[in-house]
């Protein structure tokens, strides 16, 4: 069966080394900030001007002007650090960010990634998008595997407009992980109880799958 928007970001908190400097996008990506493995150090950065961001906070830890780049409510760790968007940025185009987590409408098989604009329809905003997809190394990808149609959201070429070009690394959704390959979508993990045929099925864009394809480990 599909696992949930908290499993996606769960598995994505695996991808996580050891002290680095880590961006997450809005939506599922601020989830993964709730599963840290042990052992493992790392400062969460928003592109508005926190370093040190925590767990997305419970509902009796809401501080109303304390937000991400998305609005959204954070919470932050001993040390953390406030600063101006000049200096956060200056982090981002300066390559110190070592992993951003995005969320995505779709995703090509080349890399390609449209996250910030559906035309015709109020969006929140693509934040630093831009910056860090033209910027970050190491980029993952958090989403579900089709949209509300049930329409593929991996595709050929992309249908909306392009946030970056050939800059996805790993994609995580609801169905599978996925590395993007010059070759395209390579198939690496499925979730547990989704067959191969399922994600096929689900994956309008070239999907190569090895031999054998183990079940995430969640």
Not at 5 to 15: M, N, T
Not at 173 to 183: C, E, G, S, W
């Amino acid at each position: 069966m599909a696992i949930n928007k908290e499993q996606i970001a769960q598995r994505i908190a695996k991808e996580l080394k050891n002290n680095t400097y880590v961006n997450l996008g809005i939506g599922i990506p601020t989830l993964v900030a709730n599963f840290v493995p042990k052992g493992i150090n790392v400062e969460f950065q928003s592109e508005n001007g926190v370093l040190g961001m925590g767990p997305f906070p419970k509902e009796n830890e809401i501080d109303p002007d304390m937000i991400n780049a998305g609005k959204q409510t954070i919470t932050t760790l001993p040390g953390a650090a406030i600063f101006d968007s000049t200096l956060s940025f200056a982090m981002i185009r300066g390559k110190h960010i070592g992993l951003t987590v995005l969320g995505a409408m779709e995703v090509s098989q080349s890399g390609d990634i449209a996250n910030w604009k559906i035309p015709g329809k109020m969006v929140k905003g693509m934040g630093g998008a831009m910056d860090l997809v033209a910027s970050a190394d190491n980029i993952i990808v958090a989403m579900m595997h089709t949209n509300k149609k049930g329409e593929s959201k991996l595709l050929k070429k992309c249908s909306l407009p392009i946030t970056g070009v050939k800059c996805v690394k790993k994609i995580v959704t609801n169905l599978a992980v996925i590395d993007v390959t010059p070759q395209g979508f390579l198939l690496l993990e499925r979730a547990p109880g989704v067959s191969v045929e399922e994600i096929k099925s689900a994956t309008q864009g070239k999907l190569i799958v090895k031999s054998q394809t183990p079940e995430m480990n969640i």
